[in-house]
């Protein structure tokens, strides 16, 4: 909200430049304007990326699940820099990013494999379930 608020304020500021400028030139370059001053705001705010990922394999970097919502994940795909996307929520993909992060040592080595379709597939170390329980020794030998 306070980012297209941010864009609206930029945009009006842009628009009453034109019209003190009076010249048509300013006048019709206004729109280019009021998109470039969007970009802008987007780019450096964190705000997540409104499209998908391209088809591929990524390191999730972090991640948070919000139920029946969407999935926020940074991901990585070793080219260039981290890159914040808003990800489709489904009960696997969330279950499945979970139990990954949940396997990995300090929420590391998750791999997210992206499909042609906009799918998306998880995979890292199974969760820790902890050692077997032990089974009582018996004594060698007894005592009256």
Avoid at 4 to 26: H, N, P, T
């Amino acid at each position: 909200m306070i980012l297209a608020s941010v864009w609206l304020g930029l945009a009006l500021l842009l628009s009453f430049y034109s019209w003190l400028a009076g010249k048509r030139l300013a006048a019709l370059l206004l729109p280019l304007s009021a998109v470039i001053a969007a970009a802008a705001l987007w780019v450096p705010t964190g705000s997540p990326r409104f499209t998908r990922p391209p088809a591929g394999e990524y390191t999730v970097l972090g991640a948070r699940i919000d139920v029946d919502v969407a999935i926020y994940a940074l991901l990585d795909d070793g080219k260039g820099e981290p890159r914040f996307y808003k990800l489709p929520y489904s009960n696997s993909a969330a279950n499945q990013l979970q139990s990954a992060l949940d396997g990995s040592q300090d929420g590391q080595g998750v791999q997210a494999i992206v499909g042609q379709d906009g799918g998306v597939q998880y995979d890292g170390e199974p969760p820790v379930t902890g050692e077997q329980p032990k089974v009582p020794e018996r004594p060698q030998t007894t005592l009256p």
